[in-house]
C-alpha cells in the first residue's frame, strides 16, 4: 500500500473518479461564491507548507484543503490561523 502524500493538494495526487469529481467540483463553484485566484493560490500554497496537509486533507478540521480555500467565508482550521 502507497504511503499518504504529505503536503500534497488533490490536484497533485494520482487521478481517481472520486478525485477528478472533486475537482470538477471545485471548478464549478461559481466566480462571486469564490476568493479571487490570487487569494485561492496564497491560501493554498499556506496550507502545503502545513504539516497538517496529508493527501489533501487539513488533519485539522479534516476537510479537503483545496475547497476550504476557495471559500471566502471559510479559514485556517489550525490554531494559529494561517489564513
Keep these: 500500500m502507497a504511503q499518504p502524500c504529505?503536503?500534497?493538494?488533490?490536484a497533485e495526487l494520482a487521478a481517481t473518479d472520486f478525485?477528478?469529481?472533486?475537482?470538477?467540483?471545485?471548478?464549478?463553484v461559481p466566480e462571486e461564491s469564490r476568493v479571487d485566484e490570487a487569494t485561492?493560490?496564497?491560501?493554498?500554497?499556506?496550507?502545503?507548507?502545513?504539516?497538517?496537509?496529508?493527501?489533501?486533507?487539513?488533519?485539522?478540521?479534516g476537510c479537503f484543503a483545496e475547497?476550504?480555500?476557495l471559500r471566502p467565508e471559510q479559514r485556517c482550521?489550525?490554531?494559529?490561523?494561517k489564513w
Design 6 to 10: 504529505k503536503k500534497c493538494l488533490l
Design 19 to 28: 478525485t477528478e469529481h472533486l475537482l470538477a467540483y471545485i471548478r464549478s
Design 40 to 61: 485561492y493560490q496564497r491560501r493554498l500554497a499556506q496550507c502545503r507548507a502545513c504539516g497538517s496537509l496529508v493527501s489533501g486533507i487539513c488533519t485539522q478540521c
Design 67 to 69: 475547497l476550504r480555500a
Design 77 to 81: 482550521a489550525a490554531p494559529e490561523r
